[in-house]
């Protein structure tokens, strides 16, 4: 494996996740939101959080794809799949990362066309450089630097996934990922 810095160890992660189930159920009170977890990245997190909001929340997926290797296609896919009906009612979505936050935009889009009639959103990590953008997270687990990361989720190519803790990828690793990048396509929407 050619993981770089490490970043967050897993018990600091779940004491994390811990206090945000706190804060999003003070937030929601009685009235739980509709959870929509944001795949493959958000996998683990999602999972994670909804297990400590009890059994009333409802929980929904999204399967969205917009990195190939360590950088973003500029295109998010899967969104044209996701038709659940929303209508009436609060969601939150929940994903691993902040990065250029189209994947949140373009989500947020989306939940709102299908009815929905509040959109917040929930992230395990934001990247230092998206601190500025418009589209705001109210709940943010930890900031970290502008560097592509892995584990708890989060992967290179399918990879590193399974890791309980949060890595940055080596620069021996990117440099791989640069030779390879013409091999690999950029997703496409259908
Ligand atoms: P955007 O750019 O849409 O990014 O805010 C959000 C999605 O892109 C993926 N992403 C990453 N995945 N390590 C990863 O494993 C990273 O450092 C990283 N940065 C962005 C992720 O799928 C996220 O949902």
């Known amino acids: 494996m050619k993981l770089g810095e490490f970043l967050l160890d897993s018990s600091t992660i779940q ?16 009235e739980l939101p509709t959870i929509i977890g944001l795949l493959d990245g958000g996998l683990f997190f999602v999972v994670d959080l909804v297990r400590q909001l009890g059994s009333d929340v409802r929980v929904i997926c999204w399967r969205l794809r917009s990195y190939v290797g360590t950088s973003s296609s500029g295109r998010v896919c ?27 935009e373009s989500a947020s889009r989306r939940a709102w066309e299908l009815g929905a009639t509040e959109v917040e ?20 687990g930890f900031e970290i ?5 892995v584990g ?39």
């Open 15 to 30: 004491r994390r996740v811990a206090e945000l189930a706190k804060e999003i159920g003070a937030y929601y009170g009685k």
């Open 78 to 104: 899967g969104l044209e799949v996701c038709q659940d009906d929303l209508r009436g009612q609060r969601v939150l979505l929940v994903d691993d990362i902040l990065d250029t936050g189209r994947t949140l």
């Open 121 to 140: 959103l929930c992230v395990l990590v934001r990247k230092a450089s998206s601190s500025g953008l418009s589209c705001q997270p109210r709940w943010i």
């Open 145 to 149: 630097p502008d560097v592509f990361v």
């Open 152 to 190: 708890y989720g989060m992967d290179y190519c399918g990879r590193y996934r399974t890791l309980p803790s949060l890595w940055a990828l080596s620069p021996a690793e990117e440099r791989i990922q640069a030779a390879e990048r013409t091999t690999i396509q950029s997703p496409r929407c259908r």
